[in-house]
């Protein structure tokens, strides 16, 4: 299994910035797909929600539609570790955000235990 931790939540006003950081084990795959995910209140794990994906190889990415053209999402394969940038934030944003690994054969798939994000207005 590859360990995922995440880091760099907290609080943040409306229309600042933040960055989220996941640290990963994973040195020695080759074909993988790292993202950050929400939980929507009262959904359970197998419900969450994608925010922002990038492709290992290639580095393909996707966004959600509330984070077009407010989040970034990188992937920093020296230093193993992927990031959120998260710029001009709503309170909508506001959850718990979760870092995933899979591999694309879906083999391997792990979750942090995430980061909390609280955007107050």
């Known amino acids: 299994q590859v360990q995922l931790v995440e880091s760099g939540g907290g609080l943040v006003q409306a229309g600042g910035s933040l960055r989220l950081s996941c640290a990963t084990s994973?040195?020695?795959?080759?074909?993988?797909?790292m993202g950050w995910y929400r939980q929507p209140r009262g959904k359970d794990r197998e419900e969450r929600e994608l925010v922002a994906s990038i492709m290992g190889r290639g580095g393909g990415t996707g966004y959600a539609d509330s984070v077009k053209g407010r989040f970034t999402v990188n992937l920093d394969t020296a230093k193993n570790a992927l990031y959120l940038q998260m710029s001009n934030p709503t309170p909508e944003h506001t959850t718990i955000y979760y870092c995933?690994?899979?591999?694309?054969?879906?083999?391997?798939?792990?979750w942090g235990r995430g980061t909390q994000v609280v955007v107050s207005s």
């Open positions: 995933k690994f899979k591999t694309t054969t879906a083999q391997v798939v792990s």
């Open positions: 994973a040195r020695t795959f080759s074909n993988y797909e």
